[in-house]
């Protein structure tokens, strides 16, 4: 294999592992969409589906999660307290995989030469106080899939959520596994 080769086929690598990372992460919008609706109005889904269609931006669709499923389970006995812990971690956990998302989408990315940090680099704009700084770091395609990997596993507990509150049984237990499952992402 040639040298051009070998940059092309790094490069094709990092292209299918940012594409999963997109692909995965709309799934992801669509699964929280599809709770969204629920939590706005379980008693026709329609309706609920039509509001959010309307709302722009992931993150208010984030906010709106935690702010409706905190008022769809409002705290009265400990299960439901620990109901409101898996709320701030999928929360946490939908900020986190937009950010993720983010900045390996947007950024911009070239194939760095040389010894001894030789590959793929991407550089994203970091604001630093005021100003935005590139950083040229480089990650590893493994570490991409890993994020791709983890957005579909949140997708899948974002929609076990949602089956959740829409009135499949629960016990104590099956919480504290669900919060076990998120925090060790």
């Not at 990315?109 to 040229?136: C, E």
């Amino acid at each position: 294999m040639e040298f051009n080769d070998a940059i092309h086929a790094e490069f094709e690598e990092y292209c299918a592992a940012i594409g999963k990372v997109a692909l995965d992460f709309g799934r992801l919008e669509t699964t929280l969409d599809l709770a969204l609706g629920l939590l706005i109005n379980s008693q026709d889904i329609v309706t609920g589906q039509i509001v959010v269609s309307r709302i722009q931006g992931f993150q208010v669709k984030v906010k709106l999660f935690q702010e409706l499923s905190r008022r769809h389970f409002p705290r009265k006995r400990s299960a439901k307290h620990e109901l409101h812990a898996v709320i701030d971690l999928l929360t946490k956990s939908l900020d986190k995989a937009a950010e993720d998302r983010n900045r390996l989408v947007h950024s911009s990315w070239a194939i760095v030469l040389g010894r001894p940090r030789s590959g793929m680099h991407y550089f994203a704009q970091k604001k630093r106080g005021k100003t935005r700084k590139d950083n040229g770091r480089r990650i590893k395609v493994a570490r991409i899939r890993r994020k791709a990997c983890r957005i579909r596993e949140l997708t899948d507990q974002i929609e076990r959520f949602r089956l959740f509150c829409a009135g499949m049984p629960y016990t104590p237990s099956s919480l504290r596994n669900m919060l076990c499952t998120i925090e060790k992402k």
